[in-house]
């Protein structure tokens, strides 16, 4: 990158002065590598970010708000398969058997999702949207720490679910203050997973990728939908274990 950095530079200093260019309708102003006719603009497959920016401002505030009402309406469909369950004769039990479970499998998931954020770190940061993205970002822009804090965040919220749903399934119960971690790492994951959602958002407006080729759009409006299951399972689950949690305590 630096040989590259100073072969530009040199260049620059070659060339004759550029005129200047005015800004047009919030666009950006042409770069050195999107003047001449043998150069164009690089755009993601979605074509988000080679819109004027206060239209990729229009695009950002819909997908958030897209993948939020979506995580709503799925939490709602979850909460009415568990009334359904809890219909039937041994049907509480079982829910509370599978929130149990669910605890330790996605506990597993965001331990390795934990993990994947120091193995992979660079590829981590390059979908950290920098500041200013889509006009309105207002993030500062620090990759290397934002992939850090997530990374632990989700290493001691999955590994606390682990050991809450682990414990469940193995008839130990937890005593208070410790039978109160796992509905709190629930509840902090629901936010955090929330908190970097727009990093999914980036990777489909921008064509950010963790290292492969450009990501087909289906890919984004797949891991769209997978992010409102994720979110409203996450929702039912912390509501649920809270209410277990305080329902062993009263007893």
Same mark, same amino acid.
């Given at each position: 990158? /630096? =040989?590259? *950095?100073?072969?530009?530079?040199?260049?620059?200093?070659?060339?004759?002065?550029?005129?200047?260019?005015?800004?047009?309708?919030?666009?950006?102003?042409?770069?050195?590598?999107? #003047? %001449?006719?043998?150069?164009?603009?690089?755009?993601?497959?979605?074509?988000?970010?080679?819109?004027?920016?206060?239209?990729?401002?229009?695009?950002?505030?819909?997908?958030?708000?897209?993948?939020?009402?979506?995580?709503?309406?799925?939490?709602?469909?979850?909460?009415?398969? #568990?009334?359904?369950?809890?219909? $039937?004769?041994?049907?509480?039990?079982?829910? #509370?058997?599978?929130?149990? $479970?669910?605890?330790?499998?996605?506990?597993?998931? *965001?331990?390795? &999702? %934990?993990?994947?954020?120091?193995?992979?770190?660079?590829?981590? /940061?390059?979908?950290?949207?920098?500041?200013? $993205?889509?006009?309105?970002?207002?993030?500062?822009?620090?990759?290397?720490?934002?992939?850090?804090?997530?990374?632990?965040?989700?290493?001691?919220?999955?590994?606390?679910?682990?050991?809450?749903?682990?414990?469940?399934?193995?008839?130990?119960?937890?005593? &208070?203050?410790?039978?109160?971690?796992?509905?709190?790492?629930?509840?902090?994951?629901?936010?955090?997973?929330?908190?970097?959602?727009?990093?999914?958002?980036?990777? *489909?407006?921008?064509?950010?990728?963790?290292?492969?080729?450009?990501?087909?759009?289906?890919?984004?409006?797949?891991?769209?939908? =997978?992010?409102?299951?994720?979110?409203?399972?996450?929702?039912?689950?912390?509501?649920?274990?809270?209410?277990?949690?305080?329902?062993?305590?009263?007893?």
């Amino acid at each position: 990158m /630096r =040989v590259l *950095y100073l072969a530009v530079c040199a260049t620059a200093l070659q060339a004759p002065t550029p005129r200047r260019h005015r800004r047009v309708d919030g666009a950006r102003p042409p770069t050195p590598s999107m #003047r %001449g006719s043998r150069t164009r603009l690089r755009v993601a497959p979605s074509g988000v970010d080679g819109l004027p920016v206060p239209l990729q401002a229009v695009v950002f505030l819909g997908c958030a708000g897209g993948i939020g009402g979506g995580a709503v309406a799925c939490n709602a469909a979850i909460d009415k398969i #568990r009334g359904a369950f809890q219909a $039937t004769g041994a049907g509480a039990e079982a829910w #509370r058997k599978f929130v149990e $479970t669910a605890f330790l499998g996605l506990g597993l998931l *965001y331990v390795a &999702a %934990g993990v994947g954020h120091f193995a992979a770190a660079d590829a981590f /940061r390059a979908i950290t949207p920098p500041f200013g $993205t889509w006009g309105l970002w207002p993030v500062p822009t620090a990759p290397a720490f934002h992939v850090a804090w997530t990374g632990q965040a989700e290493l001691v919220g999955g590994a606390t679910l682990v050991a809450g749903g682990a414990a469940a399934l193995a008839g130990v119960e937890l005593e &208070a203050p410790a039978k109160w971690l796992p509905p709190v790492a629930c509840a902090g994951l629901l936010l955090l997973t929330v908190a970097v959602t727009p990093a999914n958002i980036y990777m *489909y407006t921008h064509g950010a990728t963790m290292g492969a080729g450009p990501l087909p759009l289906a890919f984004h409006y797949v891991r769209f939908a =997978v992010q409102c299951v994720l979110l409203g399972l996450l929702a039912t689950l912390a509501k649920d274990s809270f209410f277990y949690a305080w329902g062993d305590e009263i007893e």
